[in-house]
């Protein structure tokens, strides 16, 4: 069966400081991999979705980026944290079939400070 | 882009009550998903509905999919308090590589 991890689960980090969150995805192969942003109790904001090893597309331009270094990893990123970036950040993993199923990590809560 | 708006934005019923979500579009969408999500944890697929008039039925939640594919609902019969949480549509943009997710619906459900 197919998992999905992410890590670390809550991260504080004060303005201007770097970031990095990891997702990992175990048993499947060349899935297709999404970052999404959630502000509290609402809706999901698609971030970065990668259908390849080294091929992402970014939604909303920002102040984070999207690597994709290994087939099932996928990792989030920023040079200088701003307090808008706080909030509950989401990696999904799909077939990429036409039914548009996603299965969603645990999630990385993250303020700044 | 896709929009997606579902209403309503919360509600409150008492166990054993029936309620419904809806998720409306003015755009076709080529498949729908319902999520649910708790507090704290990512959200958890329900079901996928792709045929226009689809119905599809998990235990006491029913899922309706519009003759146009432009809209859903979600009806969940004789709530219980582990109905809880909260309820996201999502449509399939462009056959399988990206989805477009509604505001969400805040169920609470009281014992």
């Known amino acids: 069966s197919q998992t999905i991890h992410q890590w670390p689960a809550t991260l504080v980090q004060p303005v201007g400081s770097p970031l990095s969150l990891e997702c990992t995805v175990e048993g499947t192969s060349n899935p297709n991999l999404y970052w999404y942003r959630q502000a509290a109790g609402r809706g999901l904001q698609l971030l970065f979705y990668?259908?390849?090893?080294?091929?992402i597309s970014s939604e909303v331009p920002q102040n984070l980026s999207a690597s994709r270094p290994q087939d099932r990893q996928f990792i989030l990123s920023s040079k200088k944290l701003l307090l808008s970036d706080s909030g509950f950040y989401l990696c999904a993993w799909s077939y990429g079939d036409i039914r548009g199923e996603q299965y969603f990590g645990p999630g990385t809560r993250l303020t700044v400070t | 882009t896709q929009l997606l708006e579902q209403s309503p934005q919360f509600l409150s019923i008492q166990e054993g009550e029936n309620l419904t979500v809806y998720c409306n579009s003015s755009s076709v969408f080529s498949s729908l998903q319902w999520y649910r999500q708790e507090p704290g944890e990512g959200p958890v697929l329900l079901v996928t509905v792709v045929t226009g008039g689809e119905v599809k039925k998990l235990k006491r939640l029913t899922f309706q999919f519009g003759d146009a594919r432009k809209d859903s609902s979600l009806h969940i019969t004789a709530a219980q308090p582990g109905d809880t949480g909260l309820y996201l549509c999502?449509?399939?943009?462009?056959?399988?590589?990206?989805?477009?997710f509604g505001g969400g619906t805040r169920v609470l459900v009281k014992p």
């Open positions: 990668s259908v390849g090893i080294g091929q």
């Open positions: 999502a449509g399939d943009e462009a056959a399988g590589n990206k989805l477009t």
